[in-house]
């Protein structure tokens, strides 16, 4: 009696989906042959989004660009292969899995294999943080793609109503093709480059994908059985429309070969269901194991870093980050903690108006000690700190420098006092690593009094709370509280220049590299180029000295940049190259940029 109302309840909870979604009777019979109907092999529209989708986002991986990645979710196709297999679960349909099964193996295979052909074709193949994100997933990727499955099988067997079908594929591919690409392009650093560290990330993309589809595929079996989307009349319709395709029939001539294969080929019979089931388990037993093991590791290696930095962090900005009256005095620009020899290893950073000393840095040890009640000599601090120029040591240049003009000074005199005065207090600015300090300019005018430009060579932007310090250090070492200070990061740029073998003209599609080089370094005469060229080992004579000449006669001729630019570095490559990088000037120690004179627009009026 009980296990009747419960069956009662669960079919008036069917019954309630359908309405309030709108599904009739009429439009489960449309899903499920739409569905069925997309799987199909023959479809060459299909063929040709996989491929292109696989390009977009392979690219878009190695360029580390989101946007791009972004663009392969959109037309992604795996949509159909996905929900067939829901479908059929919740079905019990094995000649609907089995179609899809297939289909969802051949998209893969070959979205992996044009993502190896293309990735062995580039001339680079750097690890991006777009790669890198997909090559260890944890629970927050698991549970987008059980949104994406739950949502994606909503959506398909909706009305459509406005923009409501690009629902599916987008929340399909956010969580499928990126991670093909990310197996595709660890199979080709595995054969060209590494095959430890590419067959890593093959290990890891495969994981990542295969997660998610089993939690895609489970999210969407659950949506179709509440649906009760193989009611009996949809199911006649099925089988009358599976007698007429050819695919289908191909399929049901494989499982004739199967004992109880009469009951197989109908759909919701028991030994189909089973059948499926255990199918689904033996296949997701192994990876989901791992992938819960990998998992459980990384949460609670995260977990226990966060605490950590949690802790010293909260420890340093409490007892050490700020003077007794209250100003800012350090932060910390990088943080992080390794376990060595049974020790745990606090490795911190700090940009700093005044620097700690042997007492403080172990009274900071015994706290962290305390606060993660480990003993004192189980943890060992290695203290980094990066000085910025003192209000004292300000004052002093200053006071060198000041002469007092018996007569009222010009105009110019003004000027000349005025730069002199921002190059005491910019002279000796040191900015946190790995930024490095380029050149600055003071301009003033009418609008603004005072505006000071920093341009710094860095791979990554100052955080927020780095350039807050230095820009309060600035301002309090000029003494002008209302100057205005802003930071202009140049990138390095690297490349490679390929040649054909024993030639060394420069090819019409390897110019764009050197035209944002030489522009780069054209604007910035602080920088540098450092090159390296190669040779294969097949080729006659030194075509790479050629190589050289011709890289340079370019650059000299379109973007004017004198031999004095170069830093020539031994070459290591045995292929027709040429590796191109921009590198800040090594200046003497004692020397720093200077404010530039010819920055300085407008008069100083009193």
Same mark, same amino acid.
Request: some cysteine; hydrophobic content about 45%.
């Given at each position: 009696?009980?296990?009747?109302?419960?069956?009662?309840?669960?079919?008036?909870?069917?019954?309630?989906?359908?309405?309030?979604?709108?599904?009739?009777?009429?439009?489960?019979?449309?899903?499920?042959?739409?569905?069925?109907?997309?799987?199909?092999?023959?479809?060459?529209?299909?063929?040709?989004?996989?491929?292109?989708?696989?390009?977009?986002?392979?690219?878009?991986?190695?360029?580390?660009?989101?946007?791009? *990645?972004?663009? %392969?979710?959109?037309? /992604? $196709?795996?949509? &159909?292969?996905?929900? !067939?297999? @829901?479908?059929? #679960?919740?079905?019990?349909?094995?000649?609907?899995?089995?179609?899809?099964?297939?289909?969802?193996?051949?998209?893969?295979?070959?979205?992996?294999?044009?993502?190896?052909?293309?990735?062995?074709?580039?001339?680079?193949?750097?690890?991006?943080?777009?790669?890198?994100?997909?090559?260890?997933?944890?629970?927050?990727?698991?549970?987008?793609?059980?949104?994406?499955?739950?949502?994606?099988?909503?959506?398909?067997?909706?009305?459509?109503?406005?923009?409501?079908?690009?629902?599916?594929?987008?929340?399909?591919?956010?969580?499928?093709?990126?991670?093909?690409?990310?197996?595709?392009?660890? *199979?080709?650093? %595995?054969?060209?480059? /590494? $095959?430890?560290? &590419?067959?890593?990330? !093959?290990? @890891?993309?495969? #994981?990542?994908?295969?997660?998610?589809?089993?939690?895609?595929?489970?999210?969407?079996?659950?949506?179709?059985?509440?649906?009760?989307?193989?009611?009996?009349?949809?199911?006649?319709?099925?089988?009358?429309?599976?007698?007429?395709?050819?695919?289908?029939?191909?399929?049901?001539?494989?499982?004739?070969?199967?004992?109880?294969?009469?009951?197989?080929?109908?759909?919701?019979?028991?030994?189909?269901?089973?059948?499926?089931?255990?199918?689904?388990?033996?296949?997701?037993?192994?990876?989901?194991?791992?992938?819960?093991?990998?998992?459980?590791?990384?949460?609670?290696?995260?977990?226990?870093?966060?605490?950590?930095?949690?802790?010293?962090?909260?420890?340093?900005?409490?007892?050490?980050?700020?003077?007794?009256?209250?100003?800012?005095?350090?932060?910390?620009?990088?943080?992080?903690?390794?376990?060595?020899?049974?020790?745990?290893?606090?490795?911190?950073?700090?940009?700093?108006?005044?620097?700690?000393?042997?007492?403080?840095?172990?009274?900071?040890?015994?706290?962290?000690?305390?606060?993660?009640?480990?003993?004192?000599?189980?943890?060992?601090?290695?203290?980094?700190?990066?000085?910025?120029?003192?209000?004292?040591?300000?004052?002093?240049?200053?006071?060198?420098?000041?002469?007092?003009?018996?007569?009222?000074?010009?105009?110019?005199?003004?000027?000349?006092?005025?730069?002199?005065?921002?190059?005491?207090?910019?002279?000796?600015?040191?900015?946190?690593?790995?930024?490095?300090?380029?050149?600055?300019?003071?301009?003033?005018?009418?609008?603004?009094?005072?505006?000071?430009?920093?341009?710094?060579?860095?791979?990554?932007?100052?955080?927020?709370?780095?350039?807050?310090?230095?820009?309060?250090?600035?301002?309090?070492?000029?003494?002008?509280?209302?100057?205005?200070?802003?930071?202009?990061?140049?990138?390095?740029?690297?490349?490679?220049?390929?040649?054909?073998?024993?030639?060394?003209?420069?090819?019409?599609?390897?110019?764009?590299?050197?035209?944002?080089?030489?522009?780069?370094?054209?604007?910035?005469?602080?920088?540098?180029?450092?090159?390296?060229?190669?040779?294969?080992?097949?080729?006659?004579?030194?075509?790479?000295?050629?190589?050289?000449?011709?890289?340079?006669?370019?650059?000299?001729?379109?973007?004017?940049?004198?031999?004095?630019?170069?830093?020539?570095?031994?070459?290591?490559?045995?292929?027709?190259?040429?590796?191109?990088?921009?590198?800040?000037?090594?200046?003497?120690?004692?020397?720093?940029?200077?404010?530039?004179?010819?920055?300085?627009?407008?008069?100083?009026?009193?």
């Amino acid at each position: 009696m009980q296990r009747l109302k419960i069956l009662a309840q669960f079919s008036r909870l069917r019954r309630w989906f359908a309405q309030n979604l709108g599904v009739s009777t009429l439009r489960k019979e449309q899903v499920y042959l739409d569905i069925a109907q997309s799987v199909t092999l023959t479809d060459a529209s299909y063929w040709i989004q996989v491929l292109f989708s696989a390009g977009i986002a392979t690219l878009g991986l190695v360029l580390n660009s989101p946007a791009v *990645i972004i663009g %392969a979710m959109l037309i /992604s $196709p795996l949509m &159909g292969s996905i929900l !067939a297999n @829901g479908l059929a #679960l919740a079905a019990g349909d094995a000649i609907l899995a089995l179609r899809a099964l297939v289909n969802l193996i051949l998209s893969c295979g070959l979205a992996i294999s044009f993502a190896v052909v293309l990735v062995l074709i580039l001339p680079f193949q750097e690890m991006t943080d777009e790669i890198l994100a997909r090559t260890q997933p944890n629970l927050l990727d698991l549970v987008i793609a059980l949104f994406s499955g739950a949502v994606g099988a909503v959506a398909i067997c909706k009305e459509a109503k406005g923009v409501v079908t690009s629902i599916p594929g987008v929340s399909i591919a956010v969580a499928l093709m990126p991670p093909l690409c990310v197996v595709g392009y660890g *199979i080709a650093t %595995a054969v060209s480059v /590494s $095959p430890g560290s &590419g067959l890593a990330v !093959a290990r @890891g993309g495969g #994981l990542l994908f295969f997660t998610n589809l089993v939690a895609i595929t489970f999210m969407a079996m659950l949506v179709f059985l509440v649906l009760h989307i193989d009611s009996f009349p949809v199911r006649e319709r099925v089988r009358l429309w599976r007698e007429t395709n050819g695919e289908s029939i191909w399929m049901q001539s494989l499982v004739a070969r199967i004992p109880a294969s009469e009951r197989l080929k109908r759909i919701g019979s028991l030994p189909s269901r089973l059948l499926l089931i255990l199918m689904t388990i033996s296949l997701t037993s192994i990876p989901l194991y791992q992938s819960y093991n990998q998992l459980s590791d990384e949460i609670s290696r995260k977990q226990q870093e966060n605490q950590l930095r949690n802790n010293a962090t909260e420890i340093w900005q409490k007892n050490f980050g700020n003077f007794a009256d209250g100003k800012v005095r350090s932060y910390i620009s990088q943080l992080s903690f390794r376990e060595q020899k049974r020790k745990l290893v606090a490795q911190l950073q700090v940009v700093t108006s005044q620097v700690y000393t042997e007492a403080e840095r172990e009274q900071y040890k015994q706290l962290l000690s305390a606060k993660l009640g480990r003993p004192l000599e189980s943890i060992s601090l290695n203290l980094i700190q990066i000085p910025i120029a003192s209000s004292e040591l300000l004052a002093t240049k200053v006071s060198e420098k000041t002469i007092k003009p018996e007569p009222p000074p010009t105009v110019a005199q003004l000027q000349s006092s005025f730069l002199n005065a921002v190059e005491s207090a910019l002279d000796s600015l040191i900015l946190p690593l790995p930024a490095q300090l380029i050149s600055y300019q003071a301009i003033t005018s009418q609008v603004t009094p005072l505006r000071i430009q920093i341009a710094y060579f860095s791979p990554r932007d100052l955080d927020r709370d780095g350039q807050a310090l230095l820009v309060e250090d600035i301002r309090s070492q000029l003494n002008y509280p209302t100057a205005e200070v802003n930071f202009n990061r140049i990138a390095p740029i690297a490349g490679t220049v390929t040649f054909a073998l024993n030639q060394a003209q420069i090819a019409a599609n390897q110019v764009q590299l050197l035209d944002r080089l030489g522009k780069t370094v054209q604007q910035n005469p602080k920088l540098q180029i450092e090159m390296s060229s190669g040779q294969a080992p097949s080729e006659v004579g030194t075509p790479a000295i050629g190589r050289s000449v011709a890289v340079r006669n370019y650059l000299q001729t379109k973007w004017q940049i004198k031999p004095d630019r170069y830093i020539t570095k031994t070459a290591t490559a045995t292929q027709p190259i040429v590796q191109l990088k921009t590198v800040l000037q090594k200046t003497p120690q004692n020397s720093s940029p200077s404010v530039q004179q010819d920055s300085v627009e407008g008069e100083l009026t009193r």
